[in-house]
């Protein structure tokens, strides 16, 4: 059994430092800032959709310059976001039972790999997996390749995420998803495409172990 997690709203509790960066970015440009309510509705994938639901007009100014200060901004405070409630004692409590677990992320890869070193669980993974550059779109190439590379049964991996993309990419790769309403977006959200959403990691996790008995 393999378990893919996500990282940003899933493994890392970063919402709130998320919604600051943005809103510093948003009243920039005169665009009125966002609650957490909100945000959780319009957040999605490809983040240049979620920028127009912000409030962004890409005909009067290109997509990469708010980007790139988000970037900016998201990094100047994500040092103050820690680790989601449960994680770590989930990632030791999976590990000890010999699962395998990687993350899987649509962050730039050198800058991921330092946030999760920062929390001394590198070692619980034994794939980091993220982008070359930011802005990635979509997760769902980088996991079918993954998963090819290592001769792995589909049935055989479960995806832990907090958003509707790391559904579309466990469907696309043909694996089951286990979604989690803590993070980036809502329960109402997930629950459009998913029927059991779990409400924090450790429940989440729970769910996902449970299906190990079903790859015996």
């Known amino acids: 059994m393999v378990i893919v997690w996500d990282w940003n709203g899933t493994l890392l509790d970063d919402v709130e430092v998320s ?3 943005m ?3 948003l009243e920039r ?3 009125a800032r966002l609650n957490r309510e909100r945000y959780r509705e319009i957040f999605c994938f490809p983040v240049r959709d ?3 639901r912000a409030g962004f007009d890409f005909r009067k100014v290109d997509f990469e310059k708010p980007a790139m ?7 100047s405070l994500v040092e103050a976001a820690g680790l989601a409630r449960g994680a770590a004692e989930a990632l030791e409590e999976i590990s000890a039972r010999g699962v395998r677990q990687i993350i899987l992320s649509a962050s730039e890869r050198k800058s991921l790999v330092g946030q999760v070193r920062r929390f ?6 034994t794939d980091i997996l993220g982008f070359e550059r930011h802005f990635a779109e979509s ?4 996991a079918l390749s993954w998963i090819y590379e290592n001769k792995l ?3 055989e991996v479960v995806f832990i995420g907090d958003t509707l993309h790391d559904l579309e990419v466990a469907a696309a790769a043909g694996c089951a998803c286990v979604p989690v309403s803590c993070g980036h977006q809502s329960e109402a959200v997930l629950g459009n495409a998913a029927q059991n959403v779990a409400r924090d990691i450790s429940e989440a996790a729970e769910v996902a172990m449970s299906l190990e008995k079903s790859f015996v």
Not at 69 to 74: D, N, V
């Open 50 to 52: 979620y920028y127009e």
């Open 23 to 25: 809103n510093r970015v």
């Open 19 to 21: 919604i600051e960066a």
């Open 69 to 75: 200060e988000f970037i900016g901004e998201y990094y």
């Open 29 to 31: 440009y005169g665009l």
């Open 153 to 155: 049964d589909k049935d």
């Open 120 to 125: 001394g669980i590198e070692g619980r993974f």
């Open 139 to 142: 997760k769902t190439e980088l």
